[in-house]
């Protein structure tokens, strides 16, 4: 694809220039994918990309046929996942999005594109809260597969954490801010003996590890801690000794893989949120809640990151990534979602101007340029 039949040659430079902006794709994402996969420079590569694809159930849709053989409907999201897998920043993450009916195939393929060894954890989204009494069991959660090339161990010390809505305080005026007290006491499933003694408090009370239990650490390290003032002793000394975490030195929650719907909402809020924003036409069946996109946004990238979307829908990613601040990447095949949902539902969050770049000669695929003032390109 040369540069007079690709609409992305003026805003993905050869050269590698970086792009500022936002791009909002119609048409085939196959297509779109492989154009990028030659256009972006390393660090416009999407370090999230979020697909929620088809889940095949059978089903004809108002904006979408669901209906495909399993054989074809693999093979469909193999090109993708094999295409995205090209186009993901080398320490980006991929969250496939599917409910029972394919997530088994679906997390069967990502170890086959992405490798075993990039599993990192699988999502449990709660997607309802009423009960379905039309089936034999009322489905009520779907999947979230997450993977990531360089492994879960070393994505862990790049990912984010939950908000800690935690309360600190500095009842004792230490100069290192506010803290709150933490048990020192662990699961000993994998303990030395080194983490068995008895600690004896300020007031002379003798303390052990309760049963199946064990101390965080050494005798010679609590002393060390002790010593600079990061144990704490409740009951004025007589009380088991708790460690001093420092307000600053919080890094958030460690990521649940349970997702309730209290916590990032459900199909039905989801739906109702594009009904009250008055939205014309029939909205989508089983739309994504915005609390759920920012959840998995807010985890998986830091402000000005590229967020990807092969299946973008109603905009749910985009709405989410971009009141994140962070830059996204949207494809959508059908013209009438984007003008119908996607372009509204932005304007409301942050009005500016789009540019049409144009279309790949022998197919549907053309290119939406979403300007946000930076420095985008558009032909």
Known sequence: MDSATDPYAAIFPVDGTPFYGSLLAHGDNSEILRSLTSRM????????????????????????????????WEAQLRLRLELVRELLAPDGSVWLHLDDRQQHRGRALMDEVFGVKAFVATVIWQKRTSRENRKAFSSAH???????????????LLRNGLPDTGTYANPDGDPRGPWRSIPICVQAGHATASQFYEIVGPAGTAHWPPRGRCWAYSESRLKELDDD???????????????????????????????????VGDNASAKKSLMANHLAGDVFDTPKPEQLLERVVSIATNPGDVVLDPYLGSGTTAVAAERLGRRWVGIERSIQTINQFVLPRLAE?????????????????????YSDGHAARSA
């Open 41 to 72: 420079g390393v660090g416009d590569r999407p370090r999230l990309v979020y697909l929620d694809p088809p889940f095949n159930t059978g089903e004809q849709w108002i904006h979408y046929e669901d209906s495909a053989a399993t054989e074809e």
């Open 142 to 156: 779907d999947y979230l597969h997450v993977y990531a090339p360089i492994g879960p161990k070393r994505w862990k």
């Open 229 to 263: 003032g990061r144990i704490y002793w409740p009951k004025n000394g007589a009380g088991k000794p708790r460690l001093k975490r420092f307000e600053y030195e919080s890094q958030g929650l460690t990521p649940s893989t349970l997702w309730l719907a209290a916590e």
């Open 349 to 369: 969050i942050a009005p500016k101007s789009w540019t049409a770049t144009g279309t790949v000669a022998g197919s549907r695929s053309a290119a939406l340029v």
